[in-house]
């Protein structure tokens, strides 16, 4: 394997001449560029990894770590971060939460290793750590942004979108259908973002007179199965709602294949508004009204504020988000 030594030699420069050129940092003669690349060419030279984080004392690597690697939400996270991430030519490097502990132990479990393999910045969904986590995590690593998350120790990591206007937003849909006959399918009650939600939903509902204790609850863990087993216990019970609200468009649509399954009808028997509006909320069956957060946005934003520290880059950061309602096929007026 061709060395830095080797290009050198064959270019007939020095070593930090080649360097220089090969790296970009420092100035080369026009010349003397046109020798080192000419040599990198014919020696197939690829400059080392280890031999550049030395130098710069960078692995040119941000980490991220995610709860799961599957759906649409999570996916739009991991390719917003890869998409910033080589725009100036740096990568990422993933991990997720894995073993026996519970998903709080997890999660550190994986931020630990990211912070271990010496990652410039480390970006954490962070759904299930306390707020003492986060401060331990941060004194560790201080280049740490928490995604869908904020966090009062050190209010410039969080990257979060107002999920309790998320919430308000939802009930108003559903009320300003009709509908006041209502269940909910929640995600995991110890998760920020969710009490969030579920928070502004019955907060938006008293509001209109309608009491938290008229509403039947059940709690998933924001994956389809859980949402087609919620809907499934909400309809053996013999509730009767006209509207749903699920807690993330996952469960959504697992509720809307059970209700297929009974024979229920959306929207003309049952609304449902979901949560998220990712990418796959339109083409489910009937597309799905959803609470639309700007995930894309959110981890654009906190990925950029990680490149202006490791990288010295000079992204404008927005904290801000926009939260709307996307109107769709399942959501309709309450029949008289």
């Keep these: 394997m061709a060395t830095l030594k080797d290009v050198a030699a064959l270019a007939g420069v ?84 894995c073993g026996e502990g519970d998903r709080r132990e997890e999660t550190i479990e994986a931020v630990n290793f990211l912070i271990d393999r010496d990652c410039d910045g480390i970006v954490v969904l962070a759904h299930d750590l306390r707020e003492e986590d986060m401060l331990a995590l941060q004194k ?39 509908h ?33 204790s008229s509403v039947q609850q059940i709690d998933g863990d924001f994956s389809r199965d859980s949402g087609f087993g919620a809907a499934a216990r909400l309809l053996d019970q013999g509730l009767s709602f006209t509207g749903l609200f699920c807690a993330n468009d996952e469960m959504a649509v697992g509720a809307l294949a059970c209700l297929h399954q009974r024979g229920i009808s959306v929207p003309q028997q049952v609304s449902v508004v979901g949560y998220d509006d990712d990418y796959t909320a339109e083409y489910s069956v009937p597309p799905l009204s959803s609470v639309h957060i700007p995930m894309q946005e959110v981890t654009r934003n906190a990925v950029r504020w990680l490149l202006n520290l490791c990288y010295g880059t000079g992204h404008e950061i927005v904290r801000t988000y926009p939260i709307t309602v996307s109107m769709r096929a399942t959501l309709a007026p309450l029949a008289l």
Excluded: W
């Design 14 to 97: 020095g070593m930090s001449t080649a360097s220089r050129a090969i790296s970009g940092a420092g100035p080369v003669s026009p010349a003397a560029l046109k020798k080192v690349q000419a040599a990198v060419e014919q020696l197939n030279f690829r400059p080392s990894s280890i031999g550049r984080s030395l130098s710069s004392k960078s692995l040119g690597m941000i980490g991220i770590y995610t709860p799961s690697f599957f759906g649409a939400y999570y996916g739009t996270i991991l390719q917003q971060t890869d998409i910033e991430l080589r725009a100036i030519r740096r990568h990422v490097v993933v991990a997720t939460g």
């Design 140 to 178: 560790k690593q201080p280049r740490i942004a928490f995604l869908n998350r904020r966090n009062p120790h050190a209010p410039e990591t969080g990257f979060c979108p107002d999920h309790y206007r998320g919430g308000e937003l939802a009930a108003r849909a559903l009320v300003e259908a009709g």
């Design 180 to 212: 006041r006959q209502l269940a909910v399918i929640s995600g995991p009650a110890t998760a920020f973002d969710n009490i969030e939600r579920i928070s502004g939903f019955y907060a938006e509902l008293e509001r209109h007179g309608i009491s938290r």
